[in-house]
């Protein structure tokens, strides 16, 4: 079972430059999550997605870009980055019938 | 607005020695209350949860947790660690209107031998 899977793993960017952090799910989840987890921060949450073609933002969206055009996909866009976006960056689904989320294995930017 | 506290940022242990992690929660409405783990390089896994019932909730590997409704609190316990409990642990919340998680900062349990 994949489940929540996230591309890249890692990723170095310089100061400017934009890139598309990918996140599939394989479990018909409607509700989609991303988080951005910084040391002694905890996690915040950036976008989230009730269905495919919603999406809302959450606590820390500027930045940062979603879309939402199937179930399984919700990409997360960086348009210019910037040395406050380094960080570790996990995607997450639910359902309606289950509290539980579940995590990919995250992807770690650093924006230099 | 919903949040999570998590004062200890960092809990250090002995092996087989007792640990208590805590975590208190404010909101305005009625939540779910969750515990999280995150192993080294990887995801969360859900812990345990609390949603309703009884207020005692147990893992399956030791842990138990305690929903307190009048000191809105749901501290994390167990009562022998083990080395392979070292992890960062993260209290969540759910408003239960809606499936939205805020998390705290985060618990670091190094148990050492």
């Known amino acids: 079972n994949a489940g929540v899977t996230q591309t890249p793993k890692f990723r170095i960017l310089k100061i400017g430059q934009s890139m598309t952090l990918q996140c599939t799910q394989d479990?018909?989840?409607?509700?989609m999550y991303w988080y951005r987890q910084d040391p002694g921060m905890g996690l915040k949450l950036i976008y989230y997605?009730?269905?495919?073609?919603?999406?809302d933002k959450g606590e820390v969206p500027n930045g940062y870009n979603v879309s939402r055009s199937t179930t399984e996909d919700f990409p997360l866009r960086l348009e210019l980055a910037a040395p406050s976006q380094t960080s570790v960056y996990f995607c997450?689904?639910?359902?309606?019938?289950?509290?539980?989320?579940?995590f990919g294995s995250g992807t770690q930017l650093s924006v230099l | 607005a919903q949040s999570v506290t998590q004062l200890d940022s960092q809990v250090p242990v002995f092996e087989e020695a007792p640990v208590e992690l805590r975590c208190n929660y404010s909101?305005?409405?009625?939540?779910?209350l969750f515990w999280y783990v995150q192993y080294p390089n990887q995801g969360l896994q859900l812990l345990l949860k609390?949603?309703?019932?009884?207020?005692l909730v147990e893992s399956i590997n030791g842990f138990e947790a305690e929903f307190n409704k009048s000191q809105t609190s749901f501290h994390l316990r167990k009562p022998s660690v083990h080395i392979s409990d070292t992890a960062e642990y993260f209290c969540?919340?759910?408003?239960?209107?809606?499936?939205?998680?805020?998390f705290g900062t985060g618990t670091r349990l190094l148990v050492s031998p």
């Open positions: 997450a689904s639910s359902s309606p019938q289950n509290e539980k989320l579940f």
């Open positions: 479990m018909n989840h409607n509700y």
């Open positions: 997605s009730v269905g495919a073609g919603i999406t």
């Open positions: 909101s305005s409405v009625s939540v779910y």
């Open positions: 609390y949603l309703s019932g009884s207020t």
């Open positions: 969540a919340s759910m408003n239960t209107g809606f499936q939205k998680l805020v």
